[in-house]
């Protein structure tokens, strides 16, 4: 590992060399001080395992990034919340505070542990808002929330200042593409199930020369336990699940808070009749009229499950259901953040993953994936008779908005 150990002087990140005044030392110690220490043990180092995985020491830091992620997402458990109608400024950060956070702590750790070749991150988050003027405070406050999530960890000797932020963010402009090694990244996939407290993932992916090689998904939200019978909420069991596949080496699921990974797979059901299917939570990400007509076809009986984010792919791979539907509204394109890391942890369990032509996604072409019409996945069993469904489904959907 090239963890630092701490000492007692924390380093300003990035460092302050070549000089700049843009730099301070350290982030206000009065600030960091006066919200609670939130009692989480120090993330392991780093350790690569004589696995037999080409990519072990990458999955070891992908998990850890993201685990790091997910504890400064869950902060808002933590933190007093004043509502806004009694007079005090809310404690409680706001959406692009966590995802601004979540990429950077993603970045840092990856830069920390990963040492081969130059570094290039595709990621949602930009520091254009950041930058404008009136965006001091939610600077200066998601600079404090990853610096006491540094803290609270004890990994790194390092605290970020507020122009280290924001070169930081834009660490994920990288366009990827076909050659070399990119890391992509959604530091809160699900925003909206995020802000609503239902679910959302940390999606983190590496791609070599075009290929998805390694994903993991933090769903912090997620219960360990089957959701095939809750439609996404939680069961009152332990939620925190934390989705891990690296190519020909399986999809594995352990706690976000630690515990035994285990291998999964995707169910094996045959008969669609006994068959359920996961969907987006928003109707304005997927055509809930199309996904029901193809269901109709197929012949499911069960309702849809509807939940928002990768956290979707992590269920269908353990069995939690049987097929995903994605089918954006007209002139939508899809980013390669929202399914990289999602598409491996289903394939490498068991399952396929195309667009609604059956073509396998193709990850190389820059930000953005070129495809037909929709994204579908399921057991290797189904996808015959899904495809039909599917190319069926959208035929007479075409057919009929001619008509009107
Ligand atoms: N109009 C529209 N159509 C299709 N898709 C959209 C649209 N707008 C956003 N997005 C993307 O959807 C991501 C959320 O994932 P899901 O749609 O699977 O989950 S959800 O149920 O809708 O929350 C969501 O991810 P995040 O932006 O990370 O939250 C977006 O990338
Ligand atoms: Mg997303």
């Known amino acids: 590992s090239r963890a630092l150990a701490p000492s007692r002087a924390r380093l300003p990140y990035p460092p302050p060399f070549p000089a700049s005044s843009s730099f301070s030392t350290a982030a206000s110690p009065s600030r960091l001080l006066s919200r609670p220490r939130r009692g989480f043990q120090r993330l392991p180092p780093v350790r690569a395992m004589a696995s037999g995985n080409p990519y072990a020491a990458e999955l070891a830091a992908a998990k850890k990034a993201v685990t790091l992620a997910a504890r400064l997402c869950k902060v808002t458990r933590l933190v007093p919340f004043s509502p806004p109608s009694c007079g005090l400024r809310s404690e409680r950060p706001s959406a692009p505070h966590f995802s601004g956070g979540s990429q950077i702590l993603v970045s840092l750790v990856l ?58 963010i834009d660490d994920g402009k990288s366009e990827g593409g076909p050659s070399g090694r990119h890391w992509v990244l959604d530091p809160i996939d699900g925003t909206k199930g995020f802000l609503r407290g239902d679910q959302y ?45 690296t190519i020909g080496c399986g999809t594995e699921v352990e706690s976000l808070y630690g515990s035994p990974a285990q291998k999964v797979t995707v169910c094996s059901i045959d008969n669609p009749v006994d068959a359920s299917f996961f969907e987006s939570y928003e109707s304005a990400h997927s055509m809930h009229d199309l996904t029901s007509s193809i269901a109709e076809k197929l012949g499911v009986l069960a309702p849809p499950v509807r939940i928002d984010s990768q956290a979707k792919y992590g269920a269908l791979a353990r069995g939690d259901g049987a097929i995903y539907l994605r089918f954006p509204h007209k002139g939508y394109k899809e980013k390669i953040w929202d399914h990289a890391a999602g598409s491996i942890v289903v394939t490498e369990a068991g399952g396929i993953v195309t667009d609604a032509a059956g073509n396998d996604l193709d990850f190389s072409k820059g930000r953005f994936l070129e495809l037909d019409t929709g994204i579908i996945a399921t057991n290797k069993q189904l996808m015959p008779s899904l495809l039909k469904a599917v190319q069926q489904s959208i035929e007479e959907k075409k057919q009929a908005t001619s008509l009107l």
């Open 111 to 168: 830069k920390m542990e990963v040492s081969s070749g130059p570094f290039s991150l595709v990621a949602e988050e930009d520091s254009e808002e950041l930058r404008k003027d009136g965006a001091g405070e939610i600077l200066e406050e998601i600079t404090d929330l990853v610096n006491e999530t540094l803290v609270d960890d004890g990994s790194y000797n390092i605290s970020f200042t507020k122009e280290g932020i924001l070169s930081a």
């Open 201 to 245: 993932a940390i999606a983190l992916a590496l791609l070599d020369e075009g290929k998805v090689v390694l994903g993991v998904l933090a769903c912090p939200n997620l219960p360990l336990s089957s959701i095939s019978n809750t439609n996404g909420s939680s069961s009152g069991d332990q939620v925190g699940a934390l989705f891990s596949a």
